[in-house]
Structures are given as structure tokens and as C-alpha cells.
């Protein structure tokens, strides 16, 4: 199939540096140059993000914080404060706003921006938005800038921090070969394995194969790989997408039974669902818990409500509640919970329950 690449750099990828760690920066100015990591100071807690002087002793997000004081030991750890970086996150986006209404947020900290209506030039108006951020916000932010979703995020990951990287149509598939393809999207943890499995390791490997091939490994999914890293990806951006879930999990470094371990992972996930809730002004009925354990079984619980709810304490006690109906007879190597069965309401859900 002949497929012709667009010419038009119209979409936009943005993603703030470190996000939670750059606010506590910004907002305590003493930590500027040091290492540090937000997750608060409990052993037993988790990596939420860190900036990039941890990032260079190893540390990084979901790691647990005993580890990371092992890695880091003249690491700062600071608690999570999501109200904080939720209203941070606001100040952007109404700045982004400014630029164009063409906008899928898609976390806190990162989105899509249409600009094809943009007058001017484009580049130009690119790097006036990152200083505006600055200049309002003392915060920086990474861009990819290409003719579609894929590319745009892969190019905004390309010059971190604080950078600008733009992949247009003649670079294509060429500066993809060298990648190794966990970065291609739509290629996780067990695509990965499957394909390393039978010798693939980068795009220059992945592209040998016939789509007919990729179907009969990854089912119709093949279909998407074969064309993504090709540099083809029709994805539309979705300013009021509807979503069944929203959740969060995570892959353990070390595999454990202890349920105060694992309601820890339990409280970040929750802080993280209730901050992208708020953004889309949405609230969930049904929460569900997911786990895996060492030998790779997985088990779901699911708890559906009366009413809605958008808190993180109420998030975090119905999960925990499912995490303690379950009988861990084996280590658990990966958590995650998600919300659902959503309805769109700015009205305040007074919380279930009393803490």
C-alpha cells in the first residue's frame, strides 16, 4: 500500500520537565540543583516523579522510595502535592489556550496541540509559547513538533529538558531505525518480549517484517505497528474524547505480599486518578483493582457505587478495601486501579467517607 506522507507540521506535543519536582522547585528555591524526589519520605512510599539531578543516580518514577535513598542517599524527598500541581497545571494550559483552542490534555502535564490554524510561523509560535510558560510560570517544558501524534511525542521526549525537536516527512522512517522499539507507542512491556523473543530489538528490525507477519504475532495490532513505524498515524486529536476508564498501574521492582506496601502504590494511583478527573471535570461510580502476581495470574475486583465520586481519599479506601479482600497466597508483581462509568458534573461529591 502507498501511502504519502503529509507535508503540514501542524501538531504540537508539550510535556513539562519533571513536573512535581519542578514546581517544588520553583515554589522553595533552596532545592534548585539538588536532587530531588517527590513521594514523601516513608520507606515504604513510592517514586512519584524526580527531577533531573536524581534521574542521574537511577532514580525514577514508581521506584520504591527505600531504593531510591539506596541509589540517591543525598536525595530531598518531598510529599506529593497534588492540589499544588493541579493549579500550576491550570496556569499552563490557560497560557497554551492563548495559542489555540485545538487542545487534547491528556495528563496534568502534557498534550496536543491542532496549530495548523495558527498565522505566522509556526516554529516561531512554538518557542513564544514555551517562554510565555516561562515567563509566567518559571516552569520549562519539551516539544515535538511533526505531522502527527506519534511523531510529535516521540519528538517531544527527543531534546529533554527544555527542549525542541522537530521530525518532518523527508526524515521518515530514517530516523526512526536506530530506536530501540519499546519507544515506538503501542509497543509495551509484552510486545516488547514477543518480539525480542524472535531477535527484534530496534525499528530497523521491526521494519523487515510484513504486515502480514505482525498480524499473525500481535493480532490486529500488527496492523498499527506496521504503519506507526513507518511514520503513518491517522489518530484525530480528541478535545472532548469520551473515556471508559481512567487509571494508572505499575510493574514492581521487587515483587512483595506486604499489603501496606502495595496500598502505598494504592495512595499515589489515587492522587494521580483524582487529579486527572478534576481536569476533565468527570466523576466515576465503579473502581476496580488489578493485580498480577509472580507467575503472571492476574485477578480484578471491582466495587460499583450509588453515586459518583472524584476524591482521592475516596479513591484510595474503595481500593484498598478490594486490595483486602484478596488472599495474596503469591507476590504481587504489578498493581494498578482505574474509575469508571463516568458522568460529567462540576458538581462538588461530598467525599464518602470521614477521614
Wanted: aromatic share 8%.
Amino acid at each position: 500500500m502507498e501511502y504519502k506522507l503529509p507535508e503540514d507540521l501542524c501538531i504540537l506535543h508539550i510535556d513539562m520537565d519533571a513536573f512535581y519536582a519542578s514546581v517544588e522547585e520553583r515554589d522553595n528555591q533552596s532545592l534548585k540543583g539538588k536532587p530531588v524526589i517527590v513521594g514523601g519520605s516513608s520507606n515504604h512510599g513510592i517514586v512519584t516523579t524526580a527531577n533531573y539531578e536524581a534521574r542521574k543516580y537511577g532514580v525514577h518514577s514508581a521506584m520504591p522510595i527505600f531504593m531510591a535513598k539506596q541509589m540517591c542517599p543525598k536525595g530531598i524527598f518531598v510529599p506529593t502535592r497534588i492540589k499544588r500541581y493541579r493549579d500550576v497545571s491550570e496556569e499552563v494550559f490557560s497560557i497554551l489556550n492563548r495559542f489555540t483552542n485545538v487542545l487534547e490534555q491528556v495528563s496534568i502535564d502534557e498534550a496536543y496541540l491542532d496549530i495548523s490554524n495558527i498565522s505566522g510561523e509556526k516554529i516561531e509560535t512554538c518557542f513564544q509559547m514555551k517562554r510565555e510558560v516561562f515567563e509566567n510560570t518559571g516552569l520549562t517544558l519539551s516539544m515535538g513538533l511533526s505531522f502527527n501524534k506519534f511523531l510529535a511525542k516521540l519528538a517531544s521526549d527527543w531534546n529533554k529538558p527544555n527542549g525542541m525537536k522537530i521530525i518532518m516527512p523527508s526524515m521518515v522512517p530514517e530516523i526512526l531505525l536506530p530506536l530501540p522499539i519499546e519507544k515506538i507507542h503501542g509497543i509495551g512491556k509484552k510486545t516488547t518480549k514477543k518480539l525480542n523473543d524472535i531477535g527484534i530489538y530496534k525499528v530497523q528490525d521491526l521494519i523487515e517484517l510484513s504486515e502480514e507477519f505482525l498480524i499473525e504475532l500481535l493480532g490486529k495490532h500488527g496492523t498499527e505497528i506496521y504503519y506507526r513505524i513507518r511514520g503513518i498515524d491517522n489518530r484525530n486529536l480528541e478535545t472532548e474524547r469520551e473515556r471508559k476508564s481512567l487509571g494508572t498501574e505499575t510493574t514492581l521492582e521487587i515483587a512483595t505480599r506486604e499489603k501496606n506496601i502495595l496500598k502505598e502504590y494504592l495512595y499515589e494511583f489515587s492522587l494521580e486518578i483524582e487529579a486527572e478527573l478534576k481536569i476533565k471535570r468527570i466523576q466515576g461510580r465503579t473502581i476496580t483493582l488489578k493485580i498480577k502476581d509472580e507467575v503472571f495470574k492476574s485477578k480484578t475486583r471491582s466495587r460499583t457505587l450509588d453515586y459518583n465520586i472524584n476524591s482521592a481519599n475516596d479513591i484510595y479506601t474503595l481500593s484498598s478495601m478490594l486490595l483486602d479482600e484478596l488472599n495474596l497466597d503469591k507476590k504481587i508483581r504489578l498493581i494498578g486501579i482505574s474509575i469508571s462509568n463516568f458522568s460529567n458534573s462540576d458538581k462538588i461529591q461530598l467525599s464518602l467517607f470521614n477521614f
